[in-house]
Structure formats: C-alpha cells, structure tokens
C-alpha cells in the first residue's frame, strides 16, 4: 500500500547561534521518483545540489507532497533549553500536516508528547533510511542557511554564511576578537564560558 509518510527532522541543534529549524515533510513513496537527483541525507549531498531540490520542492508544492517549517526561536532554546525547544517544533510541525492515518517518522530517539493519536516512531538516522526524513532534512538545511546568509550580512565577522553558526575554530576565534553578538545562544557551553572569561 502506497501510504503517506511524514518524515520529520531538525536543522542547527548544535549551532551556537540562531534559530533551530524543523521540518514535517508529507508524501508517498513514489513520489520520489520525479526529483531532479536520487534523494539522500542532506549532509551527503553537495550544496549545489541541495539548492536545486529545494527549489524544486518550493516549485512544485501540489496533493503528493506537502512540508512544513517551523523555527525555534534562539529565545525558546534559551528559556527551555534546546532538546525541549526541538521537541515542541517537532509537535507543532507535525499537526501542521500529519493526517491521523499517516505514518510518522521522526529522526532519532525521542517522541514529542501529546502525540498519542497518531502512529509515530522515532528511528536513529532515519534521514539516512526514509526518503521523506531525507527530504525533511534538505528542506530544513537549506530553509535554515538562508537564515544564517541574512545574521551573516549584519554580522560580518563571524563568517556564518559558511559555519551556519556551528562552532568551528575561526568562528570562536571571532567570538574572542569581536565578542558575543545579540544573536549567540546565551546557554551554550563555549559562549557561556567565554562570557565568563571576558566578565573577569
């Protein structure tokens, strides 16, 4: 039976800056027949390629397919700590589209709660085993770099058009020169711990 399947999966976890991403992606196995390139993780597909998908996708949106963004905002990370905030863009991302006789496939280990009613599972590199968690994948990879293009052009030194915000030596060589920007996440280890040096 060619069922619907909803992949599900997240986007800037371990960023040190920004928003977190998540995206529900909706479709039927055979769709995936009519993408551009065999669809895969994202992070085993090149960013040329990645674009070319997305686009597609934003393109062609019709009754096989449907996706859904939701941001987790660097203020909800902060105040509930990442793992929650995930969670709860998960939840959001899944009633946007998810019909109850779906099935759902989150990517790796936890399950948001309130989700009793439908038939989900969480699979460890499910982005690697579902073509609609790899899709989810690409979306939200893509959705969330553009995001870090814009932070980038207000904010220059830290070079996050090409880290998106992960911690990298030049980005935290940059925190060292330039400081902590209005956009880091407070909470995170290696900005809580050069705030503590630059406050001493």
């Known amino acids: 039976m060619n069922k ?9 976890r371990g960023s040190l800056v920004g928003s ?3 995206c529900a992606f909706r479709a039927k196995n055979n769709f995936f027949e009519k993408l551009p390139f065999p669809i895969k993780d994202s992070k085993k597909i090149t ?3 990645r674009e070319i998908i997305f686009d597609f996708l934003k393109r062609n949106k ?22 929650n905030a995930v969670l709860l863009s998960m939840k959001k991302a899944i009633l946007k589209i998810s019909a109850l006789d779906d099935e759902i496939i989150i990517d790796g280990k936890f399950i948001p709660s ?18 609609q968690v790899s899709a989810a994948s690409i979306v939200a990879k893509c959705f969330r ?3 870090l293009e814009k932070l980038h052009r207000i904010e220059k030194f830290y ?12 980005h935290l060589d940059a925190i060292k020169i330039y400081g902590v920007s209005k956009y880091h996440r407070k909470t995170y280890q290696p900005i809580t711990q050069i705030i503590n040096k630059l406050s001493t």
């Open 145 to 147: 770099d553009k995001l």
């Open 62 to 83: 019709n009754s096989d397919f449907n996706y859904s963004i939701v941001i987790g905002k660097k203020r909800e990370i902060e105040e509930v700590n990442i793992h």
């Open 47 to 49: 960013k040329k390629n």
């Open 114 to 131: 309130g989700l009793s009613k439908f038939n989900i599972s969480a699979v460890i590199k499910a982005d690697d085993k579902y073509p």
């Open 20 to 22: 977190l991403v998540v």
């Open 4 to 12: 619907f399947i909803t992949g599900v999966d997240e986007v800037g």
């Open 159 to 170: 070079q996050w058009d090409k880290n998106a915000g992960y911690a990298t030596k030049k």
